[in-house]
């Protein structure tokens, strides 16, 4: 017969408090990984263009940069000859590297193409950035701001970057746990599933919890 836990004062409130602290590490070491994915395409495509400039090469080089770089990581799709083309528009239109670092590589990958596709003007694509941070938006959601152009109807020039993280809650929080750019970069393959991801990720949340004090024991997810 397995033994039943008594009853403790304040364990609950306890336990509460330890969700949502391990939720909140999920979330921004997912946000971290997402950071250095963004920060790696732009760092590619900025390399495309200069590479183009010095040397003079033309636009084939992404298809074959793209068989290329699928013969040294068969596992990944994302650098797609599609892709590719993607990361070099990013890096053209976001020339300053600090900014990405502060402020465009913290929203997912996808949310970024979106924004690429459908947005001209680089106030309004900056201005898109932080809302989605700052409101913790889907890509559906926003698509949909975009399609009804919200930037023209309220929106102002961005000038000061008070970025605020998503919350645990948000979509974008739960989008970015699930995104298919992350699977690949971390070469987990077509058939990874959430729980896989968050193995992944609970490598580096358990090492965050061990550092909360001596004979702490994380076991299992949450």
């Given at each position: 017969m397995a033994d039943k836990l008594s009853p403790m004062d304040g364990y609950d409130d306890?336990?509460?408090?330890?969700?949502?602290?391990?939720?909140?590490?999920?979330?921004?070491?997912?946000?971290?990984?997402?950071?250095?994915?963004?920060?790696?395409?732009?760092?590619?495509?900025?390399?495309?263009?200069?590479?183009?400039?010095?040397q003079g090469w033309g636009a084939k080089v992404i298809e074959r940069l793209a068989r290329d770089l699928k013969i040294a990581f068969p596992d990944m799709k994302g650098f797609s000859a599609r892709n590719l083309k993607y990361m070099r528009a990013f890096a053209e239109?976001?020339?300053?590297?600090?900014?990405?670092?502060?402020?465009?590589?913290?929203?997912?990958w996808g949310h970024n193409v979106r924004i690429l596709d459908a947005?001209?003007?680089?106030?309004?694509?900056?201005?898109?950035?932080?809302?989605t941070l700052e409101n913790g938006w889907s890509?559906?959601?926003?698509?949909?701001?975009?399609?009804?152009?919200?930037?023209e109807?309220?929106?102002?020039?961005?000038?000061?970057?008070?970025?605020?993280?998503p919350s645990p809650q948000?979509?974008?929080?739960?989008?970015?746990?699930?995104?298919?750019?992350?699977?690949?970069?971390?070469?987990?393959?077509?058939?990874?599933?959430?729980r896989e991801i968050e193995k992944e990720l609970v490598k580096h949340i358990t090492q965050f919890l061990l550092e909360l004090g001596v004979g702490f024991a994380f076991v299992g997810q949450q």
């Amino acid at each position: 017969m397995a033994d039943k836990l008594s009853p403790m004062d304040g364990y609950d409130d306890f336990l509460r408090e330890l969700k949502e602290r391990i939720r909140s590490t999920q979330i921004k070491v997912t946000l971290s990984i997402n950071r250095e994915l963004v920060l790696l395409y732009w760092y590619i495509g900025r390399k495309i263009i200069i590479r183009q400039q010095q040397q003079g090469w033309g636009a084939k080089v992404i298809e074959r940069l793209a068989r290329d770089l699928k013969i040294a990581f068969p596992d990944m799709k994302g650098f797609s000859a599609r892709n590719l083309k993607y990361m070099r528009a990013f890096a053209e239109a976001y020339q300053d590297e600090q900014l990405v670092q502060q402020l465009v590589a913290l929203i997912p990958w996808g949310h970024n193409v979106r924004i690429l596709d459908a947005v001209k003007d680089p106030s309004a694509k900056l201005w898109y950035i932080q809302k989605t941070l700052e409101n913790g938006w889907s890509r559906n959601i926003l698509t949909l701001q975009i399609d009804n152009r919200l930037f023209e109807r309220q929106g102002k020039a961005v000038n000061n970057f008070n970025v605020i993280l998503p919350s645990p809650q948000s979509e974008i929080a739960r989008e970015t746990l699930k995104d298919p750019y992350i699977f690949d970069f971390l070469s987990l393959g077509e058939a990874a599933q959430e729980r896989e991801i968050e193995k992944e990720l609970v490598k580096h949340i358990t090492q965050f919890l061990l550092e909360l004090g001596v004979g702490f024991a994380f076991v299992g997810q949450q």
